[in-house]
């Protein structure tokens, strides 16, 4: 009976709050640390996302940290792209210019041409030729310049401003040991351009996060969370603080959920709020150990991100860098 009635109240808490967007009593605005204002793939309402010409706008609308995409080709260099396998579904969508907000596609290969493949099977030369990005509404290659890690970090090492840089490795569980293969270079081309930046390392995969730590403990990483679809009636079974704080990890990331999960916005507001408290929680506990940022990603709406400020969320990524510089100038953060 106790139970039946512990799952009412569960169930009426969730239906009232799905009527309440932002229903903030009291402002929780982090204005002591620093923001993270952050280019998702630099700015791609503008331009073909993870490209030099991506970063340079991100820049000029005023980020202090960006978010790119690292996959490995055949000859182990280390590239700025987004779909490790193009005939993943996520891959499709975006192939099919599904995904919303951003201005280009990526440019596949035709089925069954011998070159749609993933890019661990292709050198660097036969990706550059086979792969691009094209306009959502077109069906041709713009012939964009796919930059290397090391194109990267040469262009990063004169951009004080950037104060963060989050790689978010897309190198599969099953290829887990190509995740050395990016942190290797990472290492060598920090020691080779000294950039001022730091780099926070993200994946989905336990499995490559616990093969980067047993290499690299020192670096910063992040596991993401990812929401499931359907129902989420308590909001701390997906908390990204206790998945960072599980695995000694200094950054907790959590993605927006898609329209699978029902009342998707509410219920990803309803886990910030728990996190950020469990994070105030446990770093006053813990000496050591320390979670540093609770992000948000990937978050496009005005509302949603005066929301997540005034709940006292520590950085947000997003595709309009210009909206979120506005609001965090708005707010008066450190940025």
């Known amino acids: 009976m106790i139970n039946i009635k512990r799952q009412i109240i569960i169930f009426l808490v969730w239906l009232r709050e799905i009527f309440r967007f932002c229903p903030i009593r009291e402002s929780k605005v982090d204005r002591d640390n620093l923001f993270l204002v952050c280019g998702h793939r630099g700015s791609p309402v503008n331009e073909p996302e993870n490209t030099i010409p991506s970063f340079e706008r991100a820049l000029d609308e005023g980020v202090n940290s960006l978010e790119t995409d690292l996959c490995v080709t055949k000859d182990k260099e280390v590239i700025l792209w987004h779909d490790w396998n193009p005939d993943e579904l996520v891959a499709l969508i975006r192939e099919n210019g599904i995904e919303p907000d951003v201005a280009y596609k990526p440019y596949f290969p035709a089925p069954f041409s011998g070159l749609r493949n993933k890019t661990n099977e292709l ?180 509302k949603e991100m005066e929301c997540l400020i005034k709940s006292g969320i520590n950085g947000i990524q997003t595709d309009y860098p210009r909206r979120l510089s506005n609001i965090t100038n708005q707010f008066k953060l450190r940025i």
């Open 123 to 302: 050198t660097l030369d036969e990706f550059r030729k086979n792969f691009n990005y094209s306009k959502k509404d077109e069906s041709y290659s713009i012939n964009a310049y796919i930059p290397t890690l090391r194109d990267f970090i040469d262009w990063l090492k004169d951009k004080s401003q950037i104060k963060y840089v989050f790689l978010d490795i897309k190198v599969p569980n099953y290829n887990k040991e190509l995740i050395l293969v990016i942190l290797d270079q990472l290492n060598k081309l920090v020691t080779e351009f000294n950039p001022s930046t730091k780099f926070i390392i993200e994946t989905f995969y336990p499995e490559v996060l616990e093969a980067a730590k047993k290499k690299y403990p020192n670096l910063s990483y992040s596991l993401d969370v990812e929401l499931p679809p359907g129902f989420i009636f308590l909001p701390r079974i997906h908390s990204t603080v206790k998945v960072a704080s599980t695995n000694k990890n200094n950054v907790a990331i959590i993605m927006r959920p898609r329209q699978i999960t029902i009342a998707s916005w509410v219920t990803f507001r309803r886990i910030i709020w728990y996190d950020v408290k469990q994070k105030l929680r446990l770093n006053k506990k813990q000496s050591t150990s320390k979670i540093d940022f609770l992000i948000g990603a990937t978050i496009n709406d005005k």
